[in-house]
């Protein structure tokens, strides 16, 4: 099985949070947010630039594996 490829630098996370200033589910602000795979690694995600937003722990926890408009139509 190939290795996935998890290219997102801690300079483009830094970016991410600062452009989102909070939770990008539900606007929480913490200084405790977490990297969230819009498409989850299960499913064939990456942690990139254009499939990662920061997550409260809540959000994060309450998304698990899902793909993120399926939890959000759930929510």
């Known amino acids: 099985m190939a290795k996935s490829v998890h290219d997102l630098s801690d300079a483009q996370w830094?970016?991410?949070v600062d452009a989102w200033r909070g939770c990008a589910y539900c606007g929480a602000e913490t200084d405790r947010l977490q990297k969230d795979c819009m498409l989850?690694?299960?499913r064939g995600g990456r942690y990139t630039l254009t499939n990662?937003?920061?997550?409260?722990?809540?959000c994060n926890a309450s998304k698990c594996?899902?793909?993120?408009?399926?939890?959000m139509r759930r929510k």
């Open 14 to 16: 830094t970016s991410l």
């Open 40 to 42: 989850p690694i299960s």
């Open 52 to 58: 990662v937003v920061p997550a409260c722990g809540s």
């Open 65 to 71: 594996n899902a793909e993120v408009t399926l939890w």
